[in-house]
């Protein structure tokens, strides 16, 4: 038997039997041939793993709950959580949640929704990576702050040991850095490369600040973020107080001065009687002596 490409596909006939129209083929490439044209390999092959991605991006954009997420329509993500509430958690070709969008966008409204109808905050998608840490690569603070209130986990590590605060420091995000620091972030985590924050962190401002933060550490001071909470504490104190006292100090002020125009009136009456008791008198005895 013989193996030949006839155009369209292989084909075994009998070795006696060869038309001119049929291309001999060798074994082996017959065997490539076939696998080509049946998708099994090849560049064939890799185009019919192609045509299935291009699927799996058909289907990404039938799922109507990711796809409102993403675009931050919040009134379609109520529908569809009400309507369906296993969604919530539904995830897409690449693991990726409603929430996961919603954070990598931006979209606190649509956040705040999906953690309302019990998304999983702490899900994770390929690579380990978690809502929090989709929002702090975008600089999204108060996506963090909703996140971090509904449960998630600051200190939580994707796959290749990055936190939250690597993403933000690495992507410029002095905000969100020093936010996350002050929600309780370690900032000496390090990955499985063994990078902190600061190693990659490029901007000069992130930079300085997280060592700042690293130099309060090693000497058991308080970190820069809550020095600058006491300090506006004491600040908004201090200035309701100097508020009360200026108050007070006007009021004593007036009451003062009430009680001085009160005396020196009460005074002046008393030194004209006087004067003028003086003057009768002298009178009384001008006119006796007459």
Request: charged residues 35%; aromatic residues 4%.
């Amino acid at each position: 038997m013989l193996r030949v490409w006839d155009g369209s596909r292989v084909r075994s006939i009998p070795s006696c039997y060869s038309p001119k129209s049929w291309i001999q083929l060798p074994d082996r490439f017959a065997r490539l041939m076939g696998r080509r044209h049946s998708g099994g390999g090849g560049r064939g092959g890799g185009r019919g793993r192609g045509r299935g991605r291009g699927r799996g991006r058909d289907e990404e954009e039938d799922l109507p709950l990711h796809k409102a997420a993403r675009s931050g329509d919040a009134a379609a993500v109520e529908s569809v959580s009400e309507s369906n509430p296993l969604a919530v958690n539904s995830r897409d070709r690449l693991s990726r949640t409603p929430l996961h969008l919603a954070a990598w966008a931006g979209h606190v409204d649509v956040v705040r929704c999906l953690c309302k109808h019990k998304a999983d905050v702490g899900a994770a998608a390929m690579d380990d990576t978690a809502a929090l840490h989709f929002a702090s690569q975008k600089g999204h603070v108060e996506v963090a702050r909703e996140l971090l209130a509904s449960g998630a986990s600051v200190k939580a590590k994707n796959r290749k040991g990055f936190t939250a605060l690597h993403f933000a420091a690495q992507n410029s995000h002095l905000d969100l850095v020093k936010y996350l620091v002050k929600k309780g972030v370690d900032v000496t985590a390090k990955t499985k490369g063994g990078q902190t924050a600061l190693h990659v962190a490029e901007d000069d401002e992130v930079r300085a600040f997280l060592k700042e933060c690293e130099q309060s550490l090693k000497k058991g001071a308080e970190l820069p973020s809550e020095k600058d909470d006491s300090a506006e504490k004491e600040g908004d104190s201090k200035s309701s107080g100097e508020v009360m006292k200026d108050e007070e100090d006007a009021e004593q002020g007036e009451k003062r001065k009430s009680e001085l125009v009160g005396a020196s009136s009460l005074s002046g009456a008393k030194k004209a009687k006087v004067s003028l008791g003086h003057l009768v008198c002298e009178n009384d005895m001008d006119e006796e002596e007459e």
